[in-house]
């Protein structure tokens, strides 16, 4: 019994600290937002998405109305967007995403988990040519066709549809586009109902690397690292 529970312990904690995670993530999104256009989200694109991958997470409403309030004031913390390109072992493509009020410590950061790891951390452009940057939205399946839907989407610049699983292993359904098209494709679902539970962009693999199970742990060691870094947003990779 007792390692049962120290088992359901460990696993409960580890549910915590992705929830502070991605409330934190999303935190950030939503003060960037509201300092880019305002905060209204009704005349606000970037705010509208922010509070959908809120409510994708489960961020209590209360959260959110606090988060635009404070990223309202005088003091409000001003965060900077920097993509951080570099290379796990065995020559694994790796772009992290971060949201910081302090570069120097971020980089700060960020290079040592990579030089410790057995990776390097690149320069810019060094390794996000070998990515294409796509708009990605996550929705339920609905009472609509779904093969009439992915019809219509190609108008809006829907490259592909898809399926993945919510956490609770729920089927979603994945709809990607090029990344100029992100807003016409957000206001396409809008006007047909459709309320996204993400509307995120993703950097996707032109070409992927495989490796044995040994190397991909490694591999998995530094990213995991790097995501456990409270100024990363999201990292991406090109490990099959």
Same mark, same amino acid.
């Given at each position: ?5 120290? /088992?359901? $312990?460990? #696993? $409960?904690?580890?549910?915590?600290? &992705?929830?502070?995670? +991605? ?8 003060? @960037? #937002? ?7 989200? %009704? ?5 509208? &998405? #922010?509070? +959908?991958? *809120? &409510? ?7 959260? @959110? ?28 493509? /790796?772009?992290?995403?971060?949201? =910081?009020?302090? =570069?120097?410590? =971020? ?10 790891? *057995? ?5 810019? !452009?060094? /390794?996000?040519? +070998? ?10 399946? *609905? ?10 989407? @190609?108008?809006? !610049? ?27 494709? +957000? ?5 047909? *109902? ?9 950097? @996707? ?9 040994? %190397? ?23 490990? #099959?």
């Amino acid at each position: 019994m007792g390692r049962i529970f120290e /088992v359901r $312990k460990a #696993a $409960k904690f580890a549910r915590w600290d &992705r929830m502070a995670k +991605q409330f934190s993530r999303v935190g950030k999104e939503i003060v @960037i #937002a509201v300092k880019a256009g305002g905060p209204d989200p %009704e005349t606000n694109p970037a705010l509208r &998405r #922010a509070i +959908q991958n *809120g &409510r994708g997470v489960n961020m209590p409403k209360d959260n @959110i109305d606090r988060t635009i309030k404070r990223a309202m004031g005088k003091d409000a913390t001003h965060y900077d967007e920097v993509l951080y390109e570099g290379y796990a072992p065995h020559g694994v493509a /790796v772009l992290v995403e971060s949201a =910081t009020d302090n =570069t120097t410590r =971020t980089v700060g950061n960020v290079r040592p988990i990579f030089t410790k790891n *057995g990776g390097n951390l690149g320069n810019a !452009g060094s /390794v996000a040519f +070998q990515f294409n940057k796509v708009g990605s939205f996550k929705i339920k399946p *609905g009472d609509f066709d779904e093969e009439e839907l992915e019809l219509q989407l @190609i108008d809006f !610049g829907l490259t592909e549809m898809g399926e993945s699983e919510s956490e609770e292993g729920e089927r979603l359904l994945v709809i990607r586009c090029e990344f100029q098209e992100f807003g016409n494709m +957000q206001q396409a679902l809008e006007e047909m *109902g459709i309320e996204p539970l993400s509307a995120e962009t993703d950097w @996707i693999p032109l070409s992927t690397v495989s490796l044995n199970d040994e %190397e991909a742990e490694e591999v998995l060691t530094l990213i995991d690292k790097l995501e456990q870094d409270e100024d990363v947003q999201r990292v991406f990779h090109n490990l #099959a």
